[in-house]
């Protein structure tokens, strides 16, 4: 079943290679017929900016950028056609297109609510083109639903990073009433974790740089703003921060920086979670004391994006105005200067691109 009339060519953002940047040219659009089983196609509206995305197309990662590469993870739309017959989904429904975009839903880890590392997963990008695209296929395992109050430039950032923020707070092991710090607190993951963070009931520790990113902050309600570019000694800080002055009981480090991660693990208090989210370039490393962390209890997670059930939850509590995304909405046109301003730490809460202005 389709919604006809579907062109025959689209506008897409695409890198050719990483020093000619992204140019939006004009590329042919998958055709119902053309679509494999299981398959969908999205007429995309939006799609969001990720710091994972400049980092793809500048080839930081250790999977090898496809080329020419088109980028985005983040896509919201409706479906214009489908090749399953068994889905529940129907053509018009409005759904995100993921980072993850098939799993089996079958095997032990899928069962567990780790399609992220199911053996038969696919991903935007590497295994079908991404989002930066007006038309996009996707796989119906994956596609998720998007609520009929919610609008689809705001649900955007949500298929990424509330979907990551809100996995990774269930991982910090944290109840109402305790401290978690936040570092990279104003940027895209961390205006999310704090929103996020107050949510649950969570104190927050919000941890960046910039009037800008400390009024945001302040305006979601943390308990305290750390500037650390200002603040000489951030573990005395930060751990005075608390009520009982003994540290943040987790901190969901949402920073790509090396540095964040060592100093977390200093800061947190006895029986502390640091949960790892920030992904810093290959091949980084971080150091912690070994007797202190093992004597104290100290441990530290890693957390890589969610499940479905997890999508549906962030986008949900998104829906009923507990977390205000706060978006900036761009022609697709701007997308390497987005990247820059990112890349330089100069876009503060989330950028959406419009991929039909």
């Known amino acids: 079943m389709t919604i006809t009339p579907i062109p025959t060519t689209q506008l897409a953002a695409v890198s050719r290679s990483k020093e000619a940047g992204t140019v939006v040219e004009t ?3 998958v055709q119902p017929e053309d679509l494999k089983p299981g398959q969908a196609l999205v007429r995309l509206r939006y799609s969001g900016v990720c710091h994972s995305d400049y980092s793809l197309i500048h080839d930081e990662f250790a999977l090898p950028t496809p080329r020419p590469c088109i980028a985005g993870h983040e896509g919201t739309g409706e479906i214009v056609a489908l090749n399953d017959p068994i889905t529940k989904l129907k053509v018009g429904d409005r759904v995100g297109i993921k980072y993850i975009i098939h799993s089996c839903n079958q095997c032990e880890t899928c069962l567990a609510g780790d399609e992220a590392i199911c053996a038969e997963a696919k991903h935007s990008v590497f295994d079908e083109p ?3 695209q007006q038309y996009a296929v996707s796989y119906t395992s994956q596609l998720t639903p998007i609520p009929a109050n919610l609008d689809l430039a705001i649900a955007a950032p949500v298929l990424c990073a509330g979907l990551t923020v809100w996995r990774a707070l269930k991982e910090s092991n944290t109840r109402a009433g305790q401290w978690i710090a936040i570092p990279g607190a104003g940027g895209g993951l961390g205006s999310l974790a704090v929103q996020y963070a107050v949510f649950m009931g969570l104190n927050v520790i919000a941890i960046d740089s910039g009037a800008d990113k400390q009024a945001m902050c302040e305006a979601n309600g943390v308990r305290a703003f750390l500037d650390f570019k200002l603040v000489e000694d951030m573990v005395s800080a ?23 991660y060592t100093l977390a693990m200093r800061y947190i208090r006895p029986g502390g979670r640091v949960v790892a989210v920030g992904i810093p370039p290959e091949g ?5 004391d070994m007797l202190t962390s093992v004597v104290e209890r100290k441990s530290i997670v890693t957390s890589y994006v969610g499940s479905r059930l997890d999508a549906l939850e962030a986008l949900q509590i998104v829906a009923d105005g507990h977390v205000k995304q706060q978006v900036v909405v761009e022609p697709l046109r701007n997308i390497d200067d987005i990247y820059r301003r990112m890349h330089a730490g100069k876009v503060a809460g989330r950028v959406v691109v419009d991929l039909w202005q």
């Open 27 to 29: 590329i042919p659009v």
């Open 130 to 132: 991404g989002t930066f």
């Open 238 to 260: 930060i751990q005075g921060a608390t009520t009982d002055g003994r540290g943040p009981h987790a901190a969901l480090v949402t920073s790509p920086k090396v540095e964040a």
């Open 284 to 288: 980084s490393e971080f150091k912690a």
